[in-house]
């Protein structure tokens, strides 16, 4: 037998795959508990185990939505003795295209939230992931936009009554976020 051939059939019965069928969050250690089915010889027979822990990212905790009429949530196994454990999962339901370089976080459903990170730094956040985030120096650069066209406003008055018509009353510019006080500059008769 080659050493190829012993290897794969070593570890055949250590890593298998199953669907997760049903989920739970145990309250002692704070980790998914999963109902997984695994399909032990390919011949729609299965073994079923109700209390199989899932071994994912130290740093995220996720659930699995239930098995619809799309599929169930795909998860690659560790067998040891009668226990499984999730070492890895996928979900091809609402799966979206990607870019090189991209990266989603989705929630699990159609309708769920997705962040939508691109390479050049944009995040985007919604359902659709369409809504732009912006962060740091891009939130600087939108106020600072927003401040110029303020800082630089105009206010038109009407003359009073017997006065003429006045032209316009210039008010100094917005500084910062605080308006500073009106003051008029001039105002320009018109001779008719």
Not at 29 to 47: F, P
Request: aromatic share 6%; with cysteine.
């Amino acid at each position: 037998m080659s050493t190829r051939s012993f290897v794969e059939e070593t570890i055949s019965g250590l890593i298998d795959f199953a669907t997760a069928q049903a989920s739970t969050i145990s309250t002692v250690a704070k980790s998914t508990i999963l109902t997984l089915r695994a399909n032990l010889e390919g011949d729609g027979s299965y073994e079923e185990v109700d209390d199989a822990e899932d071994w994912g990212s130290w740093a995220l905790l996720t659930r699995p939505a239930a098995p619809d009429s799309d599929g169930a949530c795909e998860f690659m196994i560790l067998r040891r003795g009668d226990e499984l454990i999730g070492i890895a999962s996928k979900d091809r339901r609402w799966q979206i295209t990607l870019e090189e370089g991209e990266a989603v976080l989705r929630a699990g459903s159609s309708s769920g939230a997705i962040i939508h990170v691109k390479p050049d730094g944009t995040i985007k956040l919604g359902t659709g992931a369409t809504e732009g985030i912006g962060l740091g120096d891009a939130i600087a650069a939108h106020f600072d936009a927003i401040k110029t066209v303020f800082d630089n406003h105009i206010h038109l008055t009407t003359a009073t009554e017997g006065s003429g018509p006045t032209v316009g009353t210039i008010t100094p510019p917005v500084t910062g976020f605080a308006a500073t006080p009106a003051v008029a500059s001039s105002k320009h008769t018109v001779e008719t």
